[in-house]
């Protein structure tokens, strides 16, 4: 009877350990982040246990092994008490059997269909193995260690933009995402390589302001035109001075100014070469706080070859970008 339960409880505790293992490394660490943020069952202890994966591995395997060593002693100690070859070789291909019924295929095959409340329920007991076996696995891991600088093996690998294009292509496959979110992600990693110049408003195109027209004069215009922002100029379109703002515009219509030139009023517009990465313009946009930057040719910073928005940085990101009217909220070009 004794040796009934003896072996039950070591082909539950090989079960633990295969099924610890599939659904710990099943689960992703996203995944596992997610059900932290959630504050879902012992999600923090098994994102601690993913820290570390050589040692979570080592842990398992060992515990597996030692198990099933037991399990393997156990049934040849019984069975050679009966002298028999027979019963020898009977005993030890039951104890195989069993094992691997029920302490690898079964509990694995579960695991990997329910492996985040398997995780869950498996966490606590791995974690107090995890402890158990500490001063051996870290044995292991040094010499893991030493043996991968010595190979010149890689280090551990990070995830690449490829497979999140490909996680994000399954994801569209599977409805998981749309066909707009699966887009914004890829116009996410070509935000550093799209050189500014793709997406700005050419210089031929750009509604510009002369910077001596009096306020009063241009208002009704600036009101109606769909436009939020206006590049100023002296002289000719080639000498761009700086811009202003309809709000700015409307205040100073209605204060003893209103006959002054716009060029009274304009704000410093900020230049970028035309190869500068969107990323790179979005930055410095940010840091600026202007939605607006004139964009140059070469080291000319004179030579303007076009205008670039907030608005057209964000729409190679999500697309469009209308507002009531089919108004520009950030100018540059005609809407």
């Not at 202890?45 to 099933?68: E, F, H, S, W, Y």
């Not at 005993?91 to 295929?105: D, K, P, R």
């Not at 035109?225 to 002289?235: Q, V």
């Not at 209605?254 to 930055?283: C, M, W, Y």
Request: net charge negative; aromatic share 8%; no cysteine.
């Amino acid at each position: 009877m004794l040796d009934i339960l003896t072996f039950t409880i070591l082909v539950l505790l090989s079960a633990l350990f295969a099924a610890s293992e599939t659904a710990l490394f099943s689960l992703r660490e996203s995944q596992v982040r997610l059900m932290a943020k959630r504050g879902e069952w012992n999600a923090g202890l098994i994102l601690r246990l993913k820290n570390d994966p050589q040692r979570l591995l080592t842990t398992l395997l060992l515990g597996n092994t030692v198990v099933n060593i037991a399990i393997g002693s156990l049934a040849a100690i019984r069975a050679i008490q009966y002298a028999d070859s027979v019963s020898v070789g009977l005993a030890t291909g039951i104890a195989t059997v069993t094992v691997l019924l029920f302490g690898e295929i079964f509990p694995k095959s579960y695991a990997i269909i329910h492996k985040r409340p398997v995780a869950q329920v498996v966490a606590y007991p791995i974690f107090v193995f995890y402890f158990i076996f500490y001063p051996i696995t870290s044995i292991f891991v040094l010499i893991e260690k030493f043996v991968r600088r010595a190979t010149n093996a890689p280090p551990k690998s990070v995830v690449t933009e490829d497979e999140i294009r490909i996680m994000s292509d399954i994801g569209l496959e599977h409805g998981q995402i749309d066909r707009h979110e699966r887009q914004m992600i890829e116009n996410v990693f070509n935000f550093d390589d799209t050189p500014v110049g793709n997406i700005m408003t050419p210089k031929k195109s750009i509604d510009a302001l002369a910077g001596n027209v009096p306020v009063n004069q241009i208002a009704h215009y600036v009101s109606q035109a769909g436009f939020s922002r206006f590049p100023i100029y002296e002289g000719s379109q080639s000498n761009y001075i700086g811009y202003v703002h309809t709000n700015d515009v409307m205040r100073v219509l209605n204060s003893d100014e209103r006959e002054e030139g716009l060029s009274q009023f304009a704000t410093e517009l900020h230049r970028v070469d035309e190869k500068t990465p969107i990323l790179s313009v979005f930055r410095q946009m940010t840091r600026s706080r202007s939605h607006l930057y004139l964009v140059h040719k070469g080291s000319d910073t004179q030579n303007i070859v076009g205008l670039v928005s907030m608005e057209d940085i964000l729409e190679e990101l999500v697309g469009e970008i209308e507002d009531e009217g089919d108004r520009r909220e950030l100018l540059g070009e005609r809407g």
